[in-house]
C-alpha cells in the first residue's frame, strides 16, 4: 500500500516539474475530478498588472480632469475681458454722442442771436430722404466779415448731424435754393466769424432723436443685452 501511494506521489511531482511556471497548477487530490489552482505566482503577477493598469487608468483621467478646468477658465477669461471691453465701447461712444448731441443745441439756441450776412454757394449736393423730405451734402458757402473771406458748411447748428443734414422747409419749395453761384443769407457768430449756419435755431426733433438713439446704446452696454 505504500509501495503504490510513494509510486504515484513521484509521479504527481514529475508531472508538476514539466509544467511552466507561470501555469504550474497544484492538484488537489481526494476529488473524483482533479480541481486545479493557479499558483501564487500567476496570480500575484495578475493582480500586480490589473494594479498597474487601475493606476495608469486613474492618472489619465486626472490629467483630464485638470485639462478641462483650465481651458474652460481660459476661454471664460477671454470671452469676459472681450465682453466688458465691447460694453465699455459701447457706452463711451453712446456718452460722447450725447454730449456732441446736447453741445449741438446749446449751440442752436446761442445762434438765434447772430448776425446775418449774404453768402455765396460754392457747392451742394441734394438727396431725398423719403417722398417729402430732402437733404444736402457737401455744402460750402463763402461770406465776408470786415473785410475777411470765410467758408461755411452748416446747414444749422443745432444739428447733430454733420455731413447730411435736413433741408428746410422754405429750401425743399424751391431745389435750386442751395445751387452753386445763389446769393443767400447766413448767420455768423460775432464772437466767432469763423462759425455760421444757414439756419438760426436748432431742430429739436433731430436732437431728440440723437439723444434717444444714443441712450439706448448706454442701456445696451450696461444691461450686456
Avoid at 497544484?26 to 499558483?39: D, E, N, Y
Avoid at 465691447?86 to 448731441?101: C, E, K
Avoid at 431725398?128 to 466779415?145: A, C, E
Avoid at 443745432?158 to 435736413?166: L, W
Wanted: hydrophobic content about 35%; aromatic content about 12%.
Amino acid at each position: 500500500m505504500l509501495q503504490r501511494f510513494a509510486h504515484n506521489n513521484r509521479i504527481l511531482q514529475r508531472s508538476l516539474l514539466q509544467q511552466p511556471n507561470h501555469t504550474r497548477t497544484q492538484v488537489l487530490t481526494g476529488f473524483k475530478r482533479p480541481l486545479l489552482i493557479r499558483s501564487n505566482s500567476s496570480q500575484s503577477e495578475g493582480s500586480k498588472e490589473k494594479g498597474e493598469s487601475k493606476e495608469e487608468a486613474k492618472q489619465s483621467s486626472d490629467e483630464t480632469k485638470e485639462e478641462i478646468p483650465v481651458q474652460n477658465q481660459v476661454l471664460k477669461y477671454e470671452s469676459s475681458t472681450l465682453g466688458k471691453f465691447g460694453y465699455a465701447s459701447v457706452i463711451l461712444a453712446a456718452l460722447g454722442g450725447i454730449g456732441w448731441t446736447v453741445y449741438s443745441y446749446k449751440k442752436g439756441v446761442s445762434s438765434q442771436d447772430w448776425e446775418k450776412r449774404v453768402a455765396t454757394v460754392e457747392n451742394s449736393n441734394y438727396f431725398q430722404w423719403s417722398s417729402f423730405r430732402y437733404g444736402v451734402s457737401g455744402l460750402s458757402y463763402t461770406y465776408d466779415v470786415d473785410g475777411q473771406s470765410y467758408r461755411g458748411t452748416r446747414m444749422a447748428v443745432g444739428s447733430p448731424f454733420i455731413k447730411f443734414e435736413p433741408v428746410p422747409f422754405s429750401i425743399m419749395l424751391d431745389t435750386s435754393a442751395l445751387a452753386p453761384g445763389r446769393k443767400i443769407y447766413v448767420y455768423v457768430n460775432p464772437l466767432n466769424p469763423k462759425e455760421s449756419t444757414i439756419e438760426k435755431g436748432t431742430d429739436r426733433g433731430n436732437c431728440m432723436t440723437a439723444i434717444v438713439f444714443f441712450g439706448v446704446l448706454v442701456f445696451l452696454g450696461l444691461t450686456g443685452i
